[in-house]
């Protein structure tokens, strides 16, 4: 079961912005990396942007990079991720969870999920 929960998503129109909040429960975020992910329509769940611990390094695929924005609040436990620019593409549920970050991927480190948050982008 997640330790997770996601909230934030919505419906927008093209071009307009939202912020999505990953919280924690039941254990202090600090000492991981986290990251976010979403599962379009009829696709598999893909690493979008993590965050190492410390914030020392994030990462970006690049469908979202120059228009998404990893954040994390470890006294309020808390993973935010900031898009702006949004596109229909972009359309999905998004998840958060442990990950693995690599030079420029972010790989889930377990396979347990949360409810996610819908985004929805259309006119």
């Known amino acids: 079961q997640s330790q997770f929960v996601e909230s934030g998503g919505g419906l927008v129109q093209p071009g307009k912005s939202l912020t999505l909040s990953c919280v924690a429960s039941?254990?202090?975020?600090?000492?991981?990396?986290i990251g976010w992910f979403r599962q379009a329509p009829g696709k598999e769940r893909e690493g979008i942007s993590c965050?190492?611990?410390?914030?020392?390094?994030?990462v970006y695929v690049d469908s979202v990079k120059d228009r998404f924005t990893i954040s994390r609040d470890d006294a309020k436990n808390t993973v935010y991720l900031e898009m702006s620019g949004l596109k229909p593409e972009d359309t999905g549920v998004y998840y958060c969870?442990?990950?693995?970050?690599?030079?420029?991927?972010?790989?889930?480190?377990?396979?347990?999920w949360g409810q996610g948050t819908q985004v929805t982008v259309s006119s």
């Open positions: 039941g254990f202090s975020v600090d000492h991981y990396a």
């Open positions: 965050i190492t611990y410390g914030q020392e390094s994030k």
């Open positions: 969870g442990f990950v693995v970050v690599g030079v420029s991927s972010c790989t889930a480190l377990l396979e347990e």
